[in-house]
């Protein structure tokens, strides 16, 4: 139990252009999504939580109109990088926490998404 | 703000043999959860083990264990027989339930050599 899918997991753009990542928790409801972005051989730096329904919380320095994240079901949520260009090339891990298996304490994570912006 | 240091950038373990990964943290708070996460070359963020702040006997999954100190406010990991599969930068993780965000460690790449 306690899947989470993103899809998808690679994605080349070009520069200018938006793309689209999607989390699905697959066999629990989700009340909390947290998106992370990941640079090789760090840590996760959280960019934003988001519970279904509401407007997303974001980090201090991350911006909101470029990340576009939108938790509109307790199973999905989706993050939109608008405009993207090469900086935001990176590794990005969608996160889901709520009533599962290991209660709602747990966060369980997705495999990651690779985003090349050439 | 609550803090988590791992100390140990990397660390490397012959297979069969026993290794401990440590995990220090910082916070004001007395309910809390700690977890170690494991992430290997795939990038799959894997959970290892969890063990509630109010729970005094320390987690156990398998070959893994903690031992949690609270007064100390350290949460060491130990992999007991080492398997070449255990490769992996592995995290520690604090949740303040009160926050709802989980803070992270800067991770231990840990390596186990045949």
């Known amino acids: 139990g306690a899947v989470v899918s993103q899809h998808p997991s690679r994605v080349i753009c070009k520069s200018g252009t938006s793309v689209k990542i999607e989390c699905r928790s697959l066999?629990?409801?989700?009340?909390?999504m947290f998106w992370y972005r990941q640079f090789p051989k760090k840590s996760l730096m959280l960019m934003a939580t988001?519970?279904?329904?509401?407007?997303?919380?974001?980090e201090q320095g991350v911006e909101k109109d470029k990340f576009l994240i939108n938790h509109a079901s307790l199973t999905l949520s989706t993050l939109t990088v608008t405009s993207a260009h090469p900086e935001d090339s990176s590794f990005y891990i969608c996160s889901a926490r709520g009533l599962s298996g290991g209660g709602s304490d747990t966060q369980y994570f997705g495999p990651g998404t690779r985003l090349t912006v050439l | 703000a609550q803090t988590v240091t791992q100390s140990q950038p990397e660390m490397s373990v012959q297979e069969a043999e026993t290794v401990t990964l440590s995990c220090t943290y910082d916070?004001?708070?007395?309910?809390?959860?700690l977890f170690w996460y494991k992430q290997p070359p795939s990038r799959q963020m894997i959970l290892v083990i969890r063990q509630e702040a109010y729970k005094q006997q320390n987690a156990t999954e398998n070959r893994f264990s903690v031992n949690f100190q609270k007064a100390a406010k350290s949460f060491s990991l130990k992999i007991s027989d080492s398997q070449l599969g255990d490769t992996a930068m592995y995290f520690c993780a604090f949740l303040n339930t009160n926050a709802g965000k989980s803070t992270f460690g800067d991770g231990t790449t840990l390596t186990v050599k045949p």
């Open positions: 916070t004001s708070e007395s309910n809390y959860y």
């Open positions: 988001s519970n279904e329904g509401s407007k997303a919380t974001y």
């Open positions: 066999d629990f409801q989700a009340t909390t």
